[in-house]
């Protein structure tokens, strides 16, 4: 497993529960984000390797 910090833009227009997948930069295995924006606009992200 990679491991590598990425950097995703997260657009809270999209709504307040979010889940998509993005490569990552250093070893483009798939990753599975969720996120959550909260009333306060705190974003809280989880992400997961997408097999």
């Known amino acids: ?3 590598s910090p990425n ?8 709504g ?3 889940k998509f997948t993005e490569d ?3 070893c483009c295995r798939p ?3 969720r ?3 909260d ?3 705190d974003v809280l992200v989880t992400a ?3 097999e």
Do not use: H, I
């Open 16 to 18: 307040a529960t979010q």
């Open 35 to 37: 996120v959550t924006v």
């Open 31 to 33: 990753n599975l984000l």
């Open 39 to 41: 009333a306060d606009g």
């Open 1 to 3: 497993m990679c491991g």
């Open 7 to 14: 950097e995703s833009l997260v657009d809270p227009a999209l």
């Open 24 to 26: 990552c930069a250093v």
């Open 48 to 50: 997961e390797f997408d």
